[in-house]
């Protein structure tokens, strides 16, 4: 069974700052996706970027990095140059990569509030 | 134009009734996805289909019903609604790309009030 774990429910981070958000997950597949969301008060799903177990490198997308470490089954989110614009639930998410499995399997979120 | 839009965004409706959710997408992907969050909660599955002709079951399945009326058109109904049934419903799309990469896209939400 999957199980992905955010033991933030809730984050502060001053603006302009760096924060980093947890995950960690439980998987016994060997190929496998990861994921963060983003959902503002307005409660859309907005996807912010995406890791492959495979994938060598961390990945980037503007100010969000994942910070992957797979021996420890992690992949936290960083999120640079924190931005009101960023207060919001973020979740994490992983995808098995096996015929069959086709769900994102969802933490429960970790809210973060940037404080101006 | 929204890539994914969900009808209605929000309904408050009875128990007992029946009640459809609509989603259509533009981004010409082949799989479709119907989730519900509850307050607290991640999101979870209740339906999935990669086609037209492909249904399947996730999850939470029980008490809903789905119709692939197109590639596009994906619907979920509740046949009969029940106040545990109130959340928030997200329709998501997806298509395979390289190296099974899998970036599923989500509609709006559509906030369930069952009275």
């Known amino acids: 069974a999957q199980k992905i774990t955010q033991t933030q429910p809730g984050m502060f981070v001053q603006e302009k700052e760096a924060v980093t958000l947890d995950c960690t997950y439980d998987t016994s597949d060997p190929s496998y996706g990861l994921f963060w969301y983003k959902q503002p008060s307005s409660g859309e799903m907005i996807f912010l970027i995406y890791?492959?177990?495979?994938?060598?490198q961390n990945a980037t997308e503007g100010r969000y990095s994942l910070n992957f470490q797979k021996a420890r089954k992690s992949a936290n989110l960083v999120i640079s140059a924190s931005q009101l614009g960023d207060s919001a639930m973020y979740f994490c998410?992983?995808?098995?990569?096996?015929?069959?499995?086709?769900?994102?399997?969802f933490g429960t979120g970790t809210r973060l509030t940037v404080i101006p | 134009d929204a890539d994914v839009t969900q009808t209605p965004r929000n309904r408050i409706t009875k128990t007992g009734k029946r009640i459809m959710l609509e989603c259509s997408q533009t981004k010409g992907h082949d799989r479709m996805y119907w989730y519900r969050q509850d307050p607290g909660l991640g999101l979870r599955l209740i339906y999935y289909?990669?086609?037209?002709?492909?249904?399947n079951k996730g999850e939470i399945s029980d008490g809903y019903s789905v119709s692939r009326q197109a590639q596009a058109k994906f619907s979920l109904s509740l046949e009969s609604a029940i106040p545990n049934q109130t959340a928030l419903y997200f329709c998501?799309?997806?298509?395979?790309?390289?190296?099974?990469?899998?970036?599923?896209?989500f509609g709006p939400g559509t906030r369930l009030l069952v009275l």
């Open positions: 998410a992983m995808i098995p990569h096996r015929a069959g499995a086709n769900n994102l399997f």
């Open positions: 998501a799309t997806s298509d395979l790309g390289g190296q099974m990469k899998e970036t599923q896209y």
């Open positions: 890791q492959g177990s495979y994938d060598q």
């Open positions: 289909s990669f086609d037209v002709k492909d249904i």
